[in-house]
């Protein structure tokens, strides 16, 4: 009990962007155990991975010094993170930032940079304006182009703002819920605790998405539609909206732009049409769309299944049009709520960790912009044009026009697409600093490491799902020589002589406050006591939980409808490739697994790379539960175990992407959303045999 523990330190959970308060117990500078605490999104509660997944930051393998590759070890995937000294020599903090320093310099438009979406809100401010600071140009980015890129490139074009209208707690109020291309229940499992009680109340709840999942238990309708067929499903439930005349005349004449064009394009989408390419009859169709439109209030929630395909802004442009026809924005238990991953790839895309935008997506295209940032950093030279995103910087490394990287908490080596490509490229690299907490599969390809504290041995502030600004707090030391983030960055580019002088992230904080205005009468010192939700109006405002309620930031305050054609997945399936491949994450594993691997309870609920195949389709292949299988696509090959799942289609597997030895990132396809740059991680033709 609380007895027996030597403090008590509130924070926040550093997995998912539920962002779940939490109070770390600490005995002898270890964190004994962690209970739920009462921040806005969680009320106490915690999911597995916020209870138990902790003492990764324990482990034997944590960087407790900075290292430097020794003369000809050779670069690659063959590095024990256990015993990095056949590869690696220790160095000195001087030493390794000096040779950090010294290979990025004056590298101009040969160096990009990742940061990270699992570091604070000061840390990735920080860490782009090292980059356009110190090298001129917007080469720049992180995980969101992975994740919600397409999302919010959506949301900026239709509704003039990235970030959710409401929190998902007003789902409390809503009478429709939809949550699509997500499975809440294992990636935002708090959040997913509201959805099951909104089900409860009876509220409505629609659930769409090619896997049959948790949610379906409580779901009013559940639509298991074919991969890729999104598009189609949704231009069809507007079709009858529009056909029977079921839309807010009022709303749409008062809010928004564009929806005689999109009247007329939904002609082209009836169910009865649309049925064989989403897989869902023509009456569910048109039952879900009477359902929407009847409401009173309505709530759509989606995930990478929306965002992750070639198709990704038009999937959200659709969810969007589909809201505002039915004006289901801006009141009590209305909303678009993409629900965010990573526990600060809300505050990292804010703090402008994005190679088009400055903080609070101000365009670096905007002279106007520049300028106003150049003036806060007291500096010139902010680069006029929009930087690569996260695969276009591996192309542009194989291509020699990238010749050096900092890479911050970002492991490109398992999580981008096509990850053999991703991992020549990091080879090829002529100087790569990786600052972490462990030594990644990434870290395996540097030049240096830097030894990074993980988040609950460092102070700074993190914006979740909600676009709740909650304080993260110091509950244990970094073990050995490791240093949180923000303080490596700054030395870094004190040694690229930019002037750099911060000795406390409040003090960027207090920076990144006159260039954004979202964070207008947010405070550090309130923050020290309390969350707020941007945008907050006064000194006592908890901030607006809805947003857009009478104009959004667009001309003339109004919506715009945009049309989405369907537009087919780069690969289809063929006789060589008959199935479909579907990659995600599971309750206990997060994204490439360097710290839930790293957790005793997480890694025993869930110790072996698996994959999930229908029943039937392993009696097809001849395969028992259990036994391993072989999946090929035209990138690559893994052996993985089988386990029987019907919540898959017959033609379809599940690879969760956490696994090293069965990285399902080998396989996907690094084909891009044109506007989002997000890759079809979603849909790729795959081979299925006995192994
Ligand atoms: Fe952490 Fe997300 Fe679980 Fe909350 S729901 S405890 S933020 S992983």
């Not at 490229?425 to 790569?432: E, N, R, S």
Request: proline share 6%; hydrophobic share 40%.
């Amino acid at each position: 009990d609380s007895a027996d523990v030597d403090r008590e330190v509130d924070s926040v959970c550093p997995y998912c962007g539920v962002g779940c308060q939490l109070t770390f117990k600490v005995k002898d500078d270890k964190i004994a155990w962690v209970e739920g605490a009462e921040g806005p999104a969680n009320e106490n509660r915690l999911c597995v991975k916020g209870r138990f997944g902790f003492d990764y930051i324990h482990h034997p393998h944590r960087l407790t010094v900075p290292l430097i590759r020794k003369g000809g070890a050779p670069k690659g995937m063959n590095v024990d993170p256990g015993d990095w000294s056949t590869h690696f020599r220790e160095a000195s903090w001087d030493e390794a930032l000096d040779a950090a320093a010294n290979g990025l310099k004056g590298r101009g438009r040969e160096a990009a940079g990742f940061g990270s979406a699992k570091c604070s809100n000061e840390e990735a401010y920080l860490f782009q304006k090292l980059i356009r600071q110190g090298f001129g140009h917007n080469n720049v980015d992180h995980c969101t182009r992975l994740c919600h890129a397409s999302s919010v490139a959506a949301l900026l074009e239709n509704i003039g703002s990235g970030a959710v209208t409401a929190t998902f707690n007003e789902i409390e109020n809503a009478d429709v819920a939809m949550v699509i291309g997500a499975n809440p229940t294992e990636n935002h499992p708090v959040a997913a605790t509201y959805f099951k009680q909104f089900a409860k109340r009876g509220g409505q709840l629609i659930v769409m998405d090619p896997r049959a999942q948790g949610l379906k238990r409580h779901a009013s309708h559940m639509l298991q539609f074919k991969p890729g067929g999104d598009v189609a499903m949704l231009n069809a439930i507007m079709h009858v909206i529009v056909d029977e005349e079921l839309y807010d005349r009022q709303y749409i004449a008062a809010m928004t732009e564009n929806w005689d064009a999109m009247k007329a394009h939904l002609e082209d989408f009836p169910p009865e049409k649309m049925a064989e390419h989403c897989g869902i009859p023509a009456e569910m169709l048109r039952d879900v769309a009477r359902v929407w439109a009847g409401a009173k209030a309505g709530m759509i929630f989606w995930g990478m299944g929306v965002s992750q395909h070639v198709h990704g802004t038009d999937n959200s442009r659709c969810l969007i049009s589909l809201a505002l026809m039915c004006g289901h924005v801006g009141r009590p238990g209305t909303g678009l709520h993409p629900l965010r991953g990573q526990n600060n790839v809300q505050g990292a895309s804010d703090a402008g960790l994005i190679p088009m935008f400055l903080p609070d997506y101000r365009s670096v295209t905007d002279d106007g912009v520049r300028s106003a940032f150049e003036e806060i950093w007291g500096t010139g030279g902010i680069g006029a044009e929009k930087g690569l995103t996260v695969v276009e910087i591996m192309d542009a490394i194989h291509a020699s026009d990238i010749r050096a990287m900092y890479i911050l908490g970002e492991n490109p080596a398992m999580s981008d697409p096509d990850v053999d490509h991703a991992r020549d490229a990091l080879g090829k690299l002529d100087h790569l600093v990786v600052q972490d907490i462990f030594l990644t599969e990434t870290a395996m390809f540097a030049d240096v490491i830097l030894p990074a504290a993980a988040w609950p041995e460092k102070t700074g502030t993190v914006t979740n799902t909600n676009r709740q600004v909650q304080m993260g707090r110091p509950a244990v030391p970094a073990p050995g020589e490791a240093r949180e983030d923000w303080w490596i960055t700054t030395q870094i580019a004190r040694r690229l002589g930019l002037g750099w002088s911060y000795e406390h992230p409040r003090e960027v904080f207090t920076e990144m406050k006159k260039g954004m205005a979202s964070l207008d009468n947010i405070t550090w010192e309130r923050l020290e006591g309390e969350a707020v939700t941007y945008p907050s109006s006064g000194p006592e405002d908890p901030g607006a939980a809805i947003v857009f309620s009478d104009a959004f930031p667009r001309p003339e305050g109004r919506a715009r409808f945009t049309p989405a054609s369907i537009l087919p997945p780069d690969e289809v399936p063929d006789a060589e490739y008959p199935m479909v491949l579907i990659t995600g994450r599971q309750l206990e594993h997060w994204h490439t697994g360097a710290m839930t691997r790293r957790s005793s309870a997480l890694d025993a609920l869930e110790p072996e790379a698996n994959c999930a195949l229908h029943p039937r389709t392993l009696h097809r292949l001849g395969v028992a539960a259990g036994e391993m299988v072989r999946l090929s696509t035209r990138r690559g090959t893994v052996d993985v175990m089988a386990r029987a799942d019907r919540a898959v289609a017959e033609d379809t597997v599940f690879l969760p992407f956490a696994y090293v030895e069965a990285a399902a990132n080998l396989l996907t396809n690094p084909a891009l959303d044109p506007y989002g740059k997000i890759p079809e991680f979603k849909f790729s033709a795959v081979r299925v045999e006995a192994s």
